[in-house]
């Protein structure tokens, strides 16, 4: 497996995650309209001209999805069993159509199942940042982690 076990992490590890994207206009109007959120703000690029921004927003969803989506192969593919939840999500900083997105991923908390042996719980805190190092977003992120089988390396 890509992913870490339980027992690979440790309170105050720090992933860089190599993977970036820029984002595109397409990417915006694939994912808003997928998700059947037709918010102006996002899809309508003349309505978005008269916001403060002066232009579409990407999708803040979209940016979160990308956000965590990009530690995965760092942290937990193939690992994990369950994502938990997440809470104190935050958009900082506007993203806009052409920003590059980078993320890191904190691990915050640690802890064993108290009722099944062969999982743990991980409290990551994943933050992605534009091409500026300007911090765009932020979330914790709780998931259940396989422990290492028995016998294996």
């Given at each position: 497996?890509?992913?870490?076990?339980?027992?690979?992490?440790?309170?105050?590890?720090?992933?860089?995650?190599?993977?970036?994207?820029?984002?595109?206009?397409?990417?915006?109007?694939?994912?808003?309209?997928?998700?059947?959120?037709?918010?102006?703000?996002?899809?309508?690029?003349?309505?978005?001209?008269?916001?403060?921004?002066?232009q579409p927003l990407m999708n803040s969803v979209l940016t979160l999805g990308l956000v965590i989506g990009v530690s995965v192969g760092d942290t937990t593919l193939g690992t994990t069993i369950d994502n938990l939840?997440?809470?104190?999500?935050?958009?900082?900083?506007?993203?806009?159509?052409?920003?590059?997105?980078?993320?890191?991923?904190?691990?915050?908390?640690?802890?064993?199942?108290?009722?099944?042996?062969?999982?743990?719980?991980?409290?990551?805190?994943?933050?992605?940042?534009?091409?500026?190092?300007?911090?765009?977003?932020?979330?914790?992120?709780?998931?259940?982690?396989?422990?290492?089988?028995?016998?294996?390396?």
């Open positions: 497996m890509a992913g870490l076990y339980f027992e690979e992490f440790h309170e105050g590890q720090v992933f860089e995650h190599e993977l970036r994207k820029t984002l595109t206009e397409s990417d915006n109007m694939l994912f808003s309209t997928m998700t059947l959120n037709p918010q102006p703000l996002h899809i309508d690029r003349h309505f978005s001209q008269q916001t403060d921004w002066g939840g997440m809470k104190d999500t935050q958009f900082p900083h506007p993203v806009f159509q052409g920003d590059t997105i980078r993320a890191t991923t904190e691990v915050v908390g640690v802890r064993a199942s108290r009722s099944k042996p062969d999982r743990g719980i991980i409290d990551f805190l994943h933050k992605g940042y534009n091409q500026d190092d300007v911090l765009v977003c932020q979330c914790h992120r709780q998931a259940m982690m396989r422990r290492r089988p028995q016998g294996a390396d």
